[in-house]
């Protein structure tokens, strides 16, 4: 699988070529992270069927800075990226970093999965999830070859999209400012926020002010304010839960620090 530090050199690329200046405030952090997207995909307690993943970071405006591929069989990007990791979840990785972004604010952090119940039919943000669409001009403009690499259509680009199950996260620097979000998708939604969360802690971008789950009763100590709740019951409309991505353990991260995952 290709190194973070990869995905760091093409959001210094482009930094440096004056186009995407916004998102200099990330770069830094994926390059000095020194972690690798193995290390955050299909380790232990993530939970999932250890598919590839793809990685989107977009800056404070919804610009994106980098999209990439966690890889399979050698391959991270191109044409046929599809046959080995989810197409959809190219974009799907995009909207999920600027649904983060979008609705996070220097002084409160709202993760994809804090949405799922709250746009839910009879949800107090019921309809949320068809505002601001895909631009599919911008996401799918130039060649399919590009896909996942430094020259793929949608860097550079605010492709849109609202997103509201597990995978995206906002970044938050040392002050608790808001510098971004990252998404990640190409599992079940309970992974993507688990990788998401690992990927977001090696990056040193974790330093959330609070959020939803900072008033939330069951809370562990470790909590920080954007976890993703899992209500094993189902009684999710609502309220900033979401149910089991799926009914066996293999698809449930463990719950913990380590995953952002609260189970309850």
Same mark, same amino acid.
């Given at each position: 699988?290709?190194?973070?530090?990869?995905?760091?050199?093409?959001?210094?690329?482009?930094?440096?070529?004056?186009?995407?200046?916004?998102?200099?405030?990330?770069?830094?952090?994926?390059?000095?992270?020194?972690?690798?997207?193995?290390?955050?995909?299909?380790?232990? #307690?993530?939970?999932?069927?250890?598919?590839?993943?793809?990685?989107?970071?977009?800056?404070?405006?919804?610009?994106?800075?980098?999209?990439?591929?966690?890889?399979?069989?050698?391959?991270?990007?191109?044409?046929?990226?599809?046959?080995?990791?989810?197409?959809?979840?190219?974009?799907?990785?995009?909207?999920?970093?600027?649904?983060?972004?979008?609705?996070?604010?220097?002084? $409160?952090?709202?993760?994809?999965?804090?949405?799922?119940?709250?746009?839910?039919?009879?949800?107090?943000?019921?309809?949320?999830?068809?505002?601001?669409?895909?631009?599919?001009?911008?996401?799918?403009?130039?060649?399919?070859?590009?896909?996942?690499?430094?020259?793929?259509?949608?860097?550079?680009?605010?492709?849109?999209?609202?997103?509201? $199950?597990?995978?995206?996260?906002?970044?938050?620097?040392?002050?608790?400012?808001?510098? #971004?979000?990252?998404?990640?998708?190409?599992?079940?939604?309970?992974?993507?926020?688990?990788?998401?969360?690992?990927?977001?802690?090696?990056?040193?971008?974790?330093?959330?002010? #609070?959020?939803?789950?900072?008033?939330?009763?069951?809370?562990?100590?470790?909590?920080?304010?954007?976890?993703?709740?899992?209500?094993?019951?189902?009684?999710?409309?609502?309220?900033?839960?979401?149910?089991?991505?799926?009914?066996?353990?293999?698809?449930?991260?463990?719950?913990?620090?380590?995953?952002?995952?609260?189970?309850?």
């Amino acid at each position: 699988m290709k190194k973070i530090t990869i995905l760091g050199g093409i959001l210094l690329a482009g930094a440096s070529a004056g186009a995407m200046a916004s998102c200099a405030d990330v770069t830094t952090a994926w390059t000095k992270s020194g972690a690798t997207l193995a290390s955050a995909v299909g380790v232990t #307690g993530n939970g999932g069927y250890g598919l590839p993943m793809w990685v989107a970071i977009v800056d404070e405006t919804n610009k994106v800075c980098a999209i990439v591929n966690s890889g399979a069989s050698g391959v991270t990007s191109g044409a046929t990226i599809g046959n080995k990791s989810w197409l959809g979840s190219r974009v799907i990785a995009i909207q999920k970093a600027t649904t983060a972004n979008s609705f996070s604010l220097d002084a $409160f952090s709202t993760s994809t999965a804090n949405l799922y119940g709250l746009t839910m039919p009879g949800g107090s943000l019921y309809g949320l999830q068809f505002s601001n669409p895909v631009d599919p001009a911008a996401a799918y403009a130039g060649s399919e070859t590009t896909y996942g690499t430094g020259s793929d259509p949608a860097v550079g680009k605010r492709i849109g999209g609202i997103n509201v $199950f597990g995978g995206g996260l906002a970044l938050y620097n040392t002050a608790k400012v808001k510098v #971004g979000a990252i998404g990640v998708s190409g599992d079940t939604s309970c992974t993507d926020h688990a990788v998401a969360w690992r990927l977001r802690a090696s990056m040193g971008l974790n330093n959330v002010p #609070g959020g939803f789950i900072s008033g939330y009763t069951g809370k562990p100590s470790t909590a920080i304010g954007d976890e993703m709740i899992i209500n094993t019951a189902g009684t999710v409309t609502n309220a900033y839960k979401q149910v089991s991505c799926a009914h066996n353990a293999i698809a449930n991260p463990t719950a913990g620090a380590a995953t952002g995952v609260i189970v309850e």
